[in-house]
């Protein structure tokens, strides 16, 4: 998972680390996994000129929880930028369970997202499995505008609606001995090709320290642009973090687990050098390959300074203090 750093050069993947004979498919002539090339243009400081792939089809008109959408909206979190038009948003996205590349918006399609049932285990009060349609019942629903920051220096704004994951901790109740919340995603291949891709260390998983989870600005999301999320926003439920590179976000959660360990997403598995557990934004920190300066706004041409935490310092900065030795900022 990487950008090019020239122009019209195609997005590109690390090298799984424990094939360090393959090349990157960002190599030239690697011939390993190269997306298709009628994605053009959206190297870095290329533009951005996308061609969408044509609208997905919708489901929000059949979708049990249709009737909660529009949420109101919370104006703590509105933004002094444009919104992302959905179109833009919903063709481009990185979903590895239906393909490497940025179009997979048709191939989520397969994502069966009913019956949905969470299970929420580990260092908890009250263990459960809680079928998604009760739980999105069961908390009041809001709509947050959140800048989103891909670790690949692409950036959106996005319309979630959802609620806070600390109303699910307040009602899991975890343990004082619980300090890290670890989520994770389905494992199907029947319904995610991209599961069969043995280079993953399949299912997506990510994680979260007690503290993060509980912060204000961690959102589940369960809606995008005032109705349920379509499935390669990873529906029915995801997690958005917008002070963090985008691929903490993790999609289509099945189950939350309170423990004591410090998860290894799958990121972090695959290329510890590259990805680690934080991944706070820093445009100081640049990844090992390219630099985290800059970042171009998907379905414009602009190509904006990156902020300390996205722009969300002041509400998050104080989460960090004392962890100065850790490395934040990966
Ligand atoms: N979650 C799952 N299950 N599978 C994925 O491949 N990709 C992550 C994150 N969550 C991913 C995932 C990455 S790298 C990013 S940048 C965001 O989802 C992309 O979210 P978007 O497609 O809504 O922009």
Redesign the pocket.
Known sequence: ?SIPQAENAYVCHPPPPFLGHFRSSCDAGAGFRRPPTHIEGHGFGTGGHLRPSPPPRCCAETDPTADLYPAAKNETYTIERALTPEPIASTY?????YGTYKQISEAAQQLKTRPWEIEIDGLVEKPMTIAFDDLVRKIPLETRLYR?R?VEAWS?TVPWTGFPLKSLLAMANPLASAKYVRFE?FMDPSMAPGQNDFLYPWP?IEGLTIKEAGHDLAFLVTGAYDKPMAK???APIRLHLPWKY??K????IRKISFVEERPVGLWEALQSSEYGFWANVNPEVPHPRWSQAQERVIGTSDVIPTQLFNGYGAEVADLYAGLESENLYM
């Open positions: 998972m996205n990185n979903f590895y369970e989103h891909c959106m995603t997506y390669q926003f990873g985008g691929f976000s993790i999609k289509s």
